[in-house]
């Protein structure tokens, strides 16, 4: 069973910067799209973005677009979310998720395979 964990949340004020991270300790996740998603308070859990296994391929979400990059790094089984300029909306629960399918960039919400506990991102003055 693929375990991920997801760290790098916390409080940052409006137009910073953070960035999350998504492992998963002794295991690899060469064979695996990587997805990143989020859920805000009160509302249903969304998409931000998705990278294929060999990073070759990404998609954003249109509210994250030109913000946020998506990258990993095979060797040491992480996956980043770079997010920038980040505003109050983007408050919410940060999870990351992993899809057993090769040369993909599409993550569905309802069909990765395994999933993170999540990691709180507060954009707030």
């Known amino acids: 069973h693929l375990h991920l964990a997801e760290s790098g949340g916390g409080l940052v004020q409006p137009g910073g910067s953070l960035r999350l991270s998504c492992a998963a300790p002794g295991f690899s996740l060469y064979y695996y799209a990587i997805g990143w998603f989020r859920q805000a308070p009160g509302k249903e859990r969304e998409g931000v973005s998705c990278?294929?296994?060999?990073?070759?391929?990404?998609n954003y979400a249109d509210s994250v677009k030109g913000r946020f990059t998506i990258s990993r790094d095979n060797a040491n089984n992480t996956v980043y979310l770079q997010m920038n300029r980040l505003k109050p909306e983007d408050t919410a629960v940060y999870y990351c998720?992993?899809?057993?399918?090769?040369?993909?960039?599409?993550?569905?919400?309802?069909?990765?395979?395994?999933w993170g506990k999540g990691t709180l991102v507060t954009v707030s003055s």
């Open positions: 990278i294929s296994n060999s990073g070759g391929s990404t």
């Open positions: 998720a992993a899809l057993g399918s090769i040369a993909t960039a599409v993550c569905p919400l309802n069909g990765m395979d395994y």
